[in-house]
């Protein structure tokens, strides 16, 4: 099976999971980064990404290649934003054909995963979709025990 992997990491969460993914399923990554690469903390960080969500804004990508076609799974991770996918994982959902494939999710949190895998779905309507999982503060576990979270969960999907 030919997978591709699709992420995007703000700060480095969703950048961790996506390597343990793909030391399991050995795919093609793509990590999507924001045209607009100024680094933003604090408060500051919130409301710029808050304020993208709630106002439907799709930042721009810096350019990247990816054939959906290509692949039998295709594996989507974003951080959660106000409940919500990284608008820049819209921005390439918007962007790029999808449709056809068996899809899975992930995304990483603080806290809630909110409504995030229902709009992932909504953005990727047209494929079927196997298996979804939320991680929260991955950076902050311990290494060993998440990469074998990650191995268990992957291995369930691939069946
Ligand atoms: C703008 C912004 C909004 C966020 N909103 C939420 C949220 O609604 N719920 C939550 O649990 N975490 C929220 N977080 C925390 C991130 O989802 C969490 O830190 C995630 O692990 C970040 O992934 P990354 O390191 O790959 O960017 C938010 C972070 C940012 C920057």
């Known amino acids: 099976m030919k ?4 992420y995007f990491s703000y700060e480095g969460n969703c950048a961790f999971v996506a390597e343990q ?4 399923v050995h795919g093609d990554v793509l990590a999507l980064k924001l045209e607009d690469g100024k680094e933003r903390k604090g408060l500051a960080k919130y409301v710029w990404g808050g304020r993208q969500v709630l106002q439907n804004q799709r930042p721009a990508l810096k350019p990247y290649t990816f054939d959906g076609a290509a692949y039998d799974l ?15 994982m819209e921005t390439f959902l918007e962007q790029t054909r999808i449709t056809g494939k068996k899809a899975t999710l992930f995304c990483c949190c ?15 309507a047209g494929n079927t979709f196997a298996g ?4 929260i503060n991955p950076l902050k576990q311990d290494a060993g025990a998440l990469a074998a979270e990650v191995r268990a969960w992957v291995e369930g999907v691939l069946g």
């Open 3 to 6: 997978t591709g992997l699709v």
């Open 21 to 24: 993914i793909n030391a399991v």
């Open 74 to 88: 295709i594996i989507i991770g974003t951080p959660v934003w106000a409940g919500s996918p990284a608008p820049a």
């Open 110 to 124: 603080a806290g809630g995963k909110g409504r995030v895998f229902d709009k992932l779905k909504k953005s990727l």
């Open 132 to 135: 979804e999982i939320a991680f």
